[in-house]
């Protein structure tokens, strides 16, 4: 690993501590080195608050060392005014005299404009430092950006004989096939996504609330699938402790403010559409939990970036068939008594 590598390793750490709370915002580290040595460092926290390279700024202590110092940045630093000021322009207020940046800003407001205006001050640019694992830690942001639809998610668990549950059950509630363990890192994942989707089936025979309960972090946005008005106001989905939206054949008319109906016709193009409605929403991620006729109309459309399946020797005998996925290259864990495998549409 070479010493700019070693350094936008950091800001990629670093940068990482955002996740979940900086939507629309990308995830950004930046790292300021003085003569071999780390004198100030940042991320990018929430949006509408500084960005990551001014909170590296800010904690220099010495500002004389800056016009001296390289300052490093996963992503290109912005050049446009939004909720606050250009960080291209703050680099060069501290006359910051080499950037070393991870990968280009592909949002339409940046592209390129950020490293232009530093080089029009007379800063020393190196671009493309881990620019691979850079694009990896804003995979949500650029697939938003760029395909004009968030990241896709989808999760499951399956028996070791390929059920997802069983025909018939005593209550509204789930039967679980995981461990503890493994459900404490599904509630981890909801606090790092947008949004969470489920169909109408799931809604209906298992009530969740599709919170995070089990991990520190914000609740996702609910999403649910009613196409023919089912979902009553005595599901869990409908407690309106978090931003829920019902998508629906029918116009509904509410009092409830954390409830939007949203009228999507369920035809050939419904996945489409569907993606269209929380593109204009500003939704970049969602994780998509079931059941399986929803996560298979994903999968059979080519609709997803990324599957999370877990599994076990739980064996059901009969019940409702796990999605059919071709798994190709993937990574295995052991949770306990689970394994999971996570599986990527995309190179």
């Not at 501590?17 to 629309?24: A, E, K």
């Not at 207020?93 to 007379?122: Q, R, W």
């Not at 939704?283 to 080519?302: A, H, R, Y």
Request: net charge positive; glycine share 6%.
């Amino acid at each position: 690993m070479t010493t700019h590598e070693k350094y936008m390793a950091r800001c990629i750490q670093l940068a990482k501590n955002g996740l979940g709370t900086t939507y629309p915002n990308p995830l950004v580290g930046s790292v300021i080195v003085y003569k071999g040595k780390i004198i100030g460092e940042g991320w990018h926290q929430k949006a509408g608050e500084a960005h990551a390279e001014v909170n590296a700024i800010i904690s220099v202590k010495d500002k004389t060392l800056l016009s001296k110092s390289t300052i490093y940045v996963s992503l290109e630093p912005c050049s446009h005014f939004g909720k606050t000021p250009p960080c291209a322009d703050l680099i060069s207020y501290h006359k910051i005299p080499n950037v070393v940046i991870g990968t280009i800003d592909s949002f339409a407001k940046v592209a390129g404009n950020g490293i232009k205006k530093l080089m029009e001050s007379g800063a020393k640019i190196t671009l493309g430092v881990l620019e691979k694992e850079c694009k990896e830690l804003n995979k949500r942001f650029f697939t938003f950006h760029e395909k004009k639809r968030p990241y896709i998610i989808l999760k499951w668990a399956e028996t070791q004989d390929g059920f997802i549950a069983p025909l018939e059950k005593d209550e509204k509630k789930p039967v679980w096939i995981t461990n503890q363990y493994s459900r404490q890192l599904v509630h981890k994942w909801r606090t790092e996504e947008q949004a969470i989707l489920v169909g109408t089936k799931t809604v209906l025979e298992d009530n969740p609330s599709l919170e995070a309960r089990d991990f520190f972090g914000q609740n996702p946005i609910r999403i649910a699938f009613d196409r023919n008005n089912k979902i009553d106001e005595s599901f869990q989905i409908k407690n309106q402790k978090t931003k829920t939206i019902i998508i629906t054949n029918n116009v509904i008319l509410t009092k409830k403010t954390n409830i939007i109906y949203k009228n999507i016709i369920f035809d050939n193009n419904f996945a489409e559409n569907l993606l269209k409605y929380l593109y204009s929403e500003n939704i970049q991620s969602i994780i998509i939990e079931g059941g399986t006729q929803t996560i298979q109309s994903f999968i059979n459309q080519n609709l997803w970036d990324e599957a999370r399946i877990f599994s076990n020797n739980i064996k059901f005998l009969n019940g409702v068939k796990a999605p059919k996925l071709e798994l190709g290259s993937n990574h295995n864990f052991i949770i306990i008594n689970d394994k999971l495998k996570t599986v990527r549409n995309y190179d």
